[in-house]
């Protein structure tokens, strides 16, 4: 069975940087779109960034364009998301997810579609 593991979730100033990890068990990557999402305390969990299983498109939330960056490292069958300039709203719990069902250039956006996440990881961005 597939799983996802997040990492490197943790607290920093606002302007500061973090650099997310998804580990996947498995050759995950090429048979799986995949996504970050996040939830804020009170809030229903929100689409943040996804790249297509052929790992040539990319998506993000305006609220982050400019500022985060999906990417994957098949070599060591992992994704990131990087952050750079994070502010106090940022916070929140970061989930990447899987959707076995990717078509090869597309994103997905749609958090129902997604059927494979991890447990979450922390993020806390102080003013």
């Known amino acids: 069975q597939v799983q996802l593991q997040e990492s490197g979730g943790g607290l920093v100033q606002a302007g500061g940087s973090l650099r997310l990890s998804c580990a996947a068990s498995g050759r995950t990557f090429s048979r799986y779109g995949m996504g970050w999402f996040r939830q804020a305390p009170g809030k229903e969990r929100e689409f943040i960034a996804a790249i297509s299983r052929s790992m040539t498109v990319t998506q993000y939330v305006d609220s982050v364009k400019g500022r985060f960056t999906i990417s994957i490292d098949i070599a060591k069958n992992t994704m990131y998301l990087q952050m750079n300039s994070l502010k106090p709203e940022d916070t929140a719990v970061y989930y990447c997810?899987?959707?076995?069902?990717?078509?090869?250039?597309?994103?997905?956006?749609?958090?129902?579609?997604?059927?494979?996440w991890g447990q979450g990881t922390q993020v806390t961005v102080s003013s």
């Open positions: 997810a899987g959707n076995a069902n990717a078509p090869w250039y597309s994103t997905i956006d749609q958090i129902h579609e997604y059927d494979l």
